[in-house]
């Protein structure tokens, strides 16, 4: 595992607070990866692959959707909501009960609004919570759900024990997350994993054994990983050929150097990526019965 000790919580909730418009301007309601199909991410024609972000970041919602087999009516915790785009999503489309937390009061108030645009006021609720320290009762959910948080939680394996602890008997998790590379065997990869934390505000990035090493611990059973690295990676040239066309860099000097550093690791994050220095990880879990 990398760490990043300079990152601080308050840090992460600034960050979130003074960049959400930032996400949703140069990457829609959902501010994840998008997920494209194999033989469509190896494609040269980079005009077809960047017309769809759209597109590709739906289908990591609905590629997860299937993996978990997410059943009508079920209670769902979103673990690191942002603006509520895949929990708006999988309740609406499943009937599902989704309460969505996040870190920051503009990310709360955004998905609550757009909630109640897109008619699922009534089987969506959005709290203002940490996840490190939100309280659920025992087996409150069906379905643990979360996509790209983890990174930014400072005690992972802590986390994973008091998630397990609200799964029903049963219950599945499904995590999405930026990992370290399994052969961090020089100082450039680890300096490129370093940088992305730095930049991206995550105090640590665990590897794929140690997610599974976490959920096993908590007493969950591990089912799946799945490596989509090579799916997901075309995001951050999306992003950086947005930064450039929109100017927003400019606008980000007006805010803190903070939002101007993040958008400068675009680049970081893609290179540690195409090298193996970091992954891109989907991990499903189930809670014994």
């Given at each position: 595992?990398?760490?990043?000790p300079?990152?601080?919580?308050?840090?992460?909730?600034?960050?979130?607070?003074?960049?959400?418009?930032?996400?949703?301007?140069?990457?829609?309601?959902?501010?994840?990866?998008?997920?494209?199909?194999?033989?469509q991410?190896?494609?040269?024609?980079?005009?077809?692959?960047?017309?769809?972000?759209?597109?590709?970041?739906?289908?990591l919602?609905e590629?997860?959707?299937?993996?978990i087999?997410?059943?009508?009516?079920?209670?769902?915790?979103?673990?690191?909501?942002g603006?509520?785009?895949?929990?708006?999503h999988?309740?609406?489309?499943f009937?599902?009960?989704?309460?969505?937390?996040?870190?920051?009061?503009?990310?709360?108030?955004?998905?609550?609004?757009?909630?109640?645009?897109?008619?699922?006021?009534?089987?969506?609720q959005f709290?203002?919570?940490?996840?490190?320290t939100?309280e659920?009762?025992?087996?409150?959910?069906?379905?643990i759900?979360?996509?790209?948080?983890?990174?930014?939680?400072?005690d992972?394996?802590?986390?994973?024990?008091?998630?397990?602890?609200?799964?029903?008997?049963?219950?599945?998790?499904?995590?999405?997350?930026?990992?370290?590379?399994?052969?961090?065997?020089?100082d450039?990869?680890?300096?490129?994993?370093?940088?992305?934390?730095?930049?991206?505000?995550?105090?640590?990035?665990?590897?794929?054994?140690?997610?599974?090493?976490?959920?096993?611990?908590?007493?969950?059973?591990?089912?799946?990983?799945?490596?989509?690295?090579?799916?997901?990676?075309?995001?951050?040239?999306?992003?950086?050929?947005?930064?450039?066309?929109?100017?927003?860099?400019?606008?980000?000097?007006?805010?803190?150097?903070?939002?101007?550093?993040?958008?400068?690791?675009?680049?970081?994050?893609?290179?540690?990526?195409?090298?193996?220095?970091?992954?891109?990880?989907?991990?499903?879990?189930?809670?014994?019965?």
């Amino acid at each position: 595992m990398i760490s990043c000790p300079t990152v601080q919580k308050e840090v992460i909730r600034s960050h979130y607070n003074l960049s959400t418009l930032f996400y949703r301007l140069l990457w829609g309601c959902h501010i994840h990866h998008g997920l494209w199909d194999e033989e469509q991410s190896q494609s040269e024609d980079v005009r077809i692959r960047h017309n769809a972000p759209a597109q590709a970041q739906q289908q990591l919602t609905e590629t997860m959707a299937e993996l978990i087999q997410i059943q009508n009516g079920e209670d769902l915790l979103d673990v690191g909501c942002g603006m509520g785009g895949s929990s708006i999503h999988l309740a609406k489309t499943f009937n599902c009960h989704v309460t969505g937390i996040t870190l920051s009061p503009i990310q709360r108030r955004w998905a609550a609004l757009e909630a109640r645009y897109r008619g699922q006021a009534r089987h969506t609720q959005f709290l203002c919570q940490d996840a490190e320290t939100a309280e659920f009762p025992a087996e409150s959910f069906d379905v643990i759900w979360s996509i790209e948080c983890t990174e930014h939680l400072f005690d992972k394996q802590a986390f994973f024990q008091r998630a397990a602890s609200w799964l029903r008997p049963g219950g599945r998790m499904i995590i999405c997350a930026w990992l370290a590379g399994e052969q961090l065997d020089t100082d450039e990869a680890k300096q490129k994993v370093y940088d992305v934390c730095e930049g991206f505000f995550c105090p640590s990035l665990g590897s794929a054994v140690d997610y599974q090493s976490w959920m096993e611990q908590s007493g969950l059973e591990f089912q799946s990983f799945h490596n989509w690295t090579n799916r997901v990676s075309q995001t951050w040239e999306i992003c950086q050929q947005r930064v450039e066309k929109t100017k927003v860099r400019w606008l980000a000097k007006l805010i803190d150097r903070n939002t101007v550093m993040f958008l400068d690791r675009f680049e970081t994050i893609l290179k540690a990526y195409e090298t193996g220095a970091m992954q891109y990880g989907c991990f499903i879990a189930r809670k014994p019965e």
